[in-house]
């Protein structure tokens, strides 16, 4: 279980409502993260299912980028969670990739 802020989660919970609500299309997206990060991966789990929990409750997309190749070549990265510009070409074409997959653009 992941250790956040319950009126935040409940803030973020009802901006998904609301937003649904008025027809505007919505995708939670995980950023891509450096493989070599010193973030567990048992706690890049937890966060991976409480986001794909959340996006299944609303009916909305999820796109995780943390497992995606480019996340094992530091030459993508500025630091561990920062992209450089070679890396968020990457994953912008990534992005607009999947988004146009999802008839979302």
């Given amino acids: 279980v ?11 919970r009802e901006h998904l409502s609301e937003v649904s609500s008025e027809g505007i299309k919505q995708v939670l997206v995980m ?4 493989d070599s990060m010193n973030i567990p ?3 890049i789990g937890k966060i991976r299912n409480h986001f794909r929990e ?3 409750e ?15 070549d530091e030459s993508f990265f500025i630091d561990s969670d ?7 070409k990457a994953f912008s074409d990534s992005l607009a990739n999947d988004l146009i997959k999802l008839g979302l653009i």
């Fill in 2 to 12: 992941l250790n956040t802020d319950n009126r935040s989660e409940a803030l973020f």
């Fill in 31 to 34: 950023a891509p993260l450096y």
């Fill in 58 to 72: 609303h009916g909305i997309p999820f796109l995780d980028y943390t497992d995606r190749l480019f996340c094992e």
């Fill in 54 to 56: 959340l996006a299944e």
């Fill in 82 to 88: 920062h992209l450089n510009i070679k890396g968020a």
């Fill in 41 to 43: 991966e048992d706690i």
